[in-house]
């Protein structure tokens, strides 16, 4: 059975700093792409960033680009996103989700499974 | 990046079909550019209910289809029943490798 589970999430000052973290289990980890996708309150999906199986390849929407880098390691089947210089506008619940298509790239092709999310608040 | 638009809600009496389109959709098929259909209930993470356009995965309910025309993909639900109230959103290939999402549209049951 697949299972995500996202943690790391809480509540961070205007400009600060948080990690998520989200632990992997039940499929071959390493061989599919990872995501995450916010939700701020109230609001629709927004994707934030994407990794490849093997790390190589990492891609960003531009609301995040330079501040959040999207990280994984393999040997411990866990994908992390690092949230630097956040905003209020970064308010959401953080979905880790994974990538359906099995080449370990194009997370573009949709998410099969999504672990519970992660509320981020950013408030002074 | 690209813009996919669907309608704010969508409402039908039960038994009877829907529709809710995603307009903004790439004419190219192939290089990961493929439409894929999420349920979200409310507090719950959204469900994939269809991925490569028309495709179910296991265990969903063949009352959910999907479609493609031209530049607008679509979903369908058959046979409305009130366990699908909840918000339905699209997703495809955005412009420069990016992964878009619909606004959503909330399906309301009579």
């Known amino acids: 059975e697949v299972r995500l589970v996202e943690s790391g999430g809480g509540l961070a000052q205007p400009g600060g700093s948080l990690r998520l973290s989200c632990a992997a289990s039940?499929?071959?980890?390493?061989?599919?792409?990872m995501t995450w996708v916010r939700q701020a309150p109230g609001k629709g999906l927004e994707w934030v960033s994407s990794?490849?199986?093997?790390?190589?390849?990492?891609k960003y929407a531009d609301s995040v680009q330079g501040r959040f880098t999207i990280s994984r390691d393999n040997s411990k089947n866990t994908l992390y996103l690092q949230m630097n210089s956040l905003r209020v506008e970064d308010t959401a619940l953080y979905y880790c989700?994974?990538?359906?298509?099995?080449?370990?790239?194009?997370?573009?092709?949709?998410?099969?499974?999504w672990g519970p999310g992660t509320p981020v608040a950013v408030s002074s | 990046q690209s813009v996919l638009t669907q309608p704010a809600s969508v409402s039908g009496s039960p038994g009877q079909s829907i529709t809710i389109s995603c307009t903004g959709v790439?004419?190219?098929?192939?290089?990961?550019?493929?439409v894929s259909w999420y349920q979200q209930y409310p507090g719950k993470a959204p469900k994939f209910i269809i991925y490569?356009?028309?495709n179910r995965p296991s265990g969903v309910s063949n009352r959910f289809s999907g479609s493609k025309s031209d530049n607008t993909a679509s979903l369908t639900i058959s046979g409305l029943q009130a366990e699908d109230e909840g918000d339905y959103y699209c997703?495809?290939?955005?412009?420069?490798?990016?992964?878009?999402f619909g606004g959503g549209t909330k399906v309301t049951v009579l």
């Open positions: 989700v994974k990538v359906y298509d099995g080449s370990g790239y194009c997370f573009e092709r949709g998410g099969d499974y």
């Open positions: 039940g499929f071959s980890f390493t061989n599919y792409a």
């Open positions: 990794i490849s199986g093997g790390g190589d390849s990492r």
């Open positions: 790439s004419s190219e098929v192939g290089n990961c550019n493929y």
């Open positions: 490569d356009f028309t």
């Open positions: 997703s495809a290939k955005g412009g420069g490798s990016t992964w878009v």
